[in-house]
């Protein structure tokens, strides 16, 4: 079945460690996205990508870090230079050009002991 | 930044009644979305509105578009305890680089049996 699929679904990270976040696709769409969520806030965007080999940042790229080498893939890297890393992760992806409605995974959820 | 407020942040109601969530937004758009969230879940799309439109509807589900107040509902008519859920309104701004949508804080909605 066509979908996007996120792993691991939940991670723990010490304090100082990068941690990747995978974000794999199906649809067969060029654009991809993630989010960050924290409780009883909506989303905000980290970091999106329009085509492969190409990326934009969004509103709170500081300390995460993308890389779109395939179409079907948009991995996720956390840095040690994310200061509140722990939330919740969310991927979506959506046609290009004329957005439209976006498909989201099922998310990540991160937590920094 | 958060383009979208949702009002309520939360409601509570009886399985049976009618359901209504309002968005508010500050600059011009080509479209509005409402997404529903399972707690713990990625968010599923629900409806969208362009902003010639005034009006759509999809089984239950009545979404208005109002772009001279720059507001939009949700109403969800004969609810259902499995209706209970997170709402968020999304847009996509007519300025700016395009194909992103920024989301709202949600309405937390609740549906008691």
């Known amino acids: 079945d066509g979908g996007i699929t996120q792993s691991p679904k939940y991670l723990f990270r010490k304090e100082g460690q990068n941690v990747t976040l995978s974000c794999e696709q199906n649809?067969?769409?060029?654009?991809m996205y993630w989010y960050r969520q924290d409780p009883g806030q909506g989303l905000r965007l980290i970091y999106y990508?329009?085509?492969?080999?190409?990326?934009q940042k969004g509103d709170i790229a500081e300390g995460y870090s993308v890389s779109r080498e395939k179409k079907e893939s948009f991995p996720l890297t956390v840095t040690s230079a994310q200061k509140n890393p722990t939330a919740f992760y969310l991927c979506?992806?959506?046609?290009?050009?004329?957005?439209?409605?976006?498909?989201f995974g099922e998310g990540s959820r991160l937590t920094v002991l | 930044s958060q383009q979208g407020e949702e009002d309520p942040q939360a409601l509570s109601i009886q399985e049976g009644e009618n359901a209504t969530m309002n968005c508010s937004y500050k600059?011009?758009?080509?479209?509005l979305q409402w997404y529903r969230q399972n707690s713990g879940r990625g968010l599923v799309h629900l409806i969208l509105?362009?902003?010639?439109?005034r009006e759509k509807h999809s089984g239950r589900l009545r979404v208005t578009l109002d772009t001279s107040k720059k507001s939009s509902s949700l109403l969800i008519t004969a609810s259902r305890a499995a209706d209970t859920a997170s709402y968020f309104c999304?847009?996509?701004?007519?300025?700016?680089?395009?194909?992103?949508?920024?989301f709202g804080a949600g309405t937390i909605l609740r549906v008691k049996s």
């Open positions: 979506a992806s959506g046609p290009p050009r004329r957005l439209g409605e976006l498909f």
């Open positions: 600059t011009s758009i080509n479209n």
């Open positions: 999304a847009t996509d701004s007519i300025r700016g680089y395009g194909n992103k949508l920024v």
């Open positions: 990508s329009q085509i492969v080999n190409d990326f």
């Open positions: 649809l067969n769409h060029d654009a």
């Open positions: 509105i362009r902003s010639n439109e």
